[in-house]
Nanobody, 122 residues
């Protein structure tokens, strides 16, 4: 089985910074795209940022220039550096990864972390 474990959420004031981490463990042959999604209170889950195994990144327009996604392939870990946080960034943040569990797998599978709360408030 594969597990994604997130850490780094918390309460921060507007303008502050947080760094989220997500480590994948278990039966892993290879990891393709990793990403972060978020679900604000009362809203649907939305894409925040993604990074491919080669390091190519994409961002939601609302976080461009403030958030940076990165990954350490040697640790099967993806990070989200969040700067200049705003109250509207308040959400549960979820890690996502496309993983091939073994060399005999014929396709990638999508896995999710349990979520970590980020609250931006005075």
């Amino acid at each position: 089985q594969v597990q994604l474990v997130e850490s780094g959420g918390g309460l921060v004031q507007p303008g502050g910074s947080l760094r989220l981490s997500c480590a994948a463990s278990g039966s892993i042959f290879s990891i393709n795209t990793m990403g972060w999604y978020r679900q604000p209170p009362g809203k649907q889950r939305e894409l925040v940022a993604t990074v491919t195994s080669g390091g190519s990144t994409t961002y939601a327009d609302c976080v461009k220039g403030r958030f940076t996604i990165s990954r350490d392939n040697t640790k099967n870990t993806v990070y989200l550096q969040m700067n200049t946080l705003k109250p509207e960034d308040t959400a549960v943040y979820y890690c996502n990864a496309r993983i091939r569990p073994s060399m005999w797998s014929t396709r990638d599978y999508t896995y999710w972390g349990q979520g970590t709360q980020v609250t931006v408030s005075i």
